[in-house]
């Protein structure tokens, strides 16, 4: 099965900031990859999918770029709403996975 | 309005079995992948399986750690998708969540039910 590594693992930052999230993939994907947001006791939602194409409704702030083996998750101003937690999927072959996750934390 | 409602959930004894259902509305059930999603607590999301569409024969796919215990089925003419799960272990215990898939050059999960809890244990 294909791994993914996200990193920071955690982050702390600031309302304003400028925050990217990082999704490494053991082998290559193309541009088989999705972002999702999840806030405790909620359900995930998809924020990027095709590594860069925004989800209808999600706001322009965030941003996916990538392909390959190496992608980014960029929220260009973090506002108080986007704290929580950060997950990428590849779909590029079967078993799919998931990253183990990025917190997103007010400093 | 897409809408997923699992049920089905509940606390099981190891060696178990539990059979979750997915009511889905708001959208052509029959046009579209499936999939299931699970969370143990405090955990990542890891994908248990998934369900292809009538045109692709209702094929089915499954992470290895379940497959031969769980089963993936669907009932087009109810929009109903369901997970079977059989011999039940403690770390199967997770939130369960069903999950649309749209189709976009690969089927990407796009709408998630609010799941339902498994609980194994003795």
């Known amino acids: 099965d294909i791994q993914l590594t996200q990193s920071p693992s955690f982050l702390s930052a600031s309302v304003g900031d400028r925050v990217t999230i990082t999704c490494r993939a053991s082998q290559g994907i193309s541009s088989y990859l999705a972002w999702f947001q999840q806030k405790p006791g909620k359900a995930p939602k998809l924020l990027i999918y095709?590594?860069?194409t925004l989800q209808s409704g999600v706001p322009s702030r965030f941003s996916g770029s990538g392909s390959g083996t190496e992608f980014t998750l960029t929220i260009s101003s973090l506002q108080p709403e986007d704290f929580a937690t950060y997950y990428c999927q590849q779909l590029n072959s079967y078993a799919l996975t998931f990253g183990g996750g990025t917190k997103v934390e007010i400093k | 309005e897409v809408q997923l409602v699992e049920s089905g959930g509940g606390l099981v004894q190891p060696g178990g079995s539990l059979r979750l259902s997915c009511a889905a509305s708001?959208?052509?059930?029959?046009?579209?992948?499936m999939d299931w999603v699970r969370q143990a607590p405090g955990k990542g999301l890891e994908w248990v399986g998934r369900s292809r569409n009538k045109a692709k024969s209702y094929t089915t796919e499954y992470v290895a750690s379940v497959k031969g215990r769980f089963t993936i089925s669907r009932d087009d003419s109810k929009n109903s998708l369901y997970l079977q799960m059989n011999s039940l272990k403690t770390e199967d215990t997770a939130v369960y969540y069903c999950?649309?898939?749209?189709?976009?050059?690969?089927?990407?999960?796009?709408?998630w039910g609010q799941g339902t809890l498994v609980t194994v244990s003795s």
């Open positions: 999950v649309r898939a749209k189709p976009s050059s690969g089927w990407y999960d796009d709408y």
């Open positions: 095709a590594a860069s």
């Open positions: 708001g959208f052509i059930f029959s046009d579209h992948y």
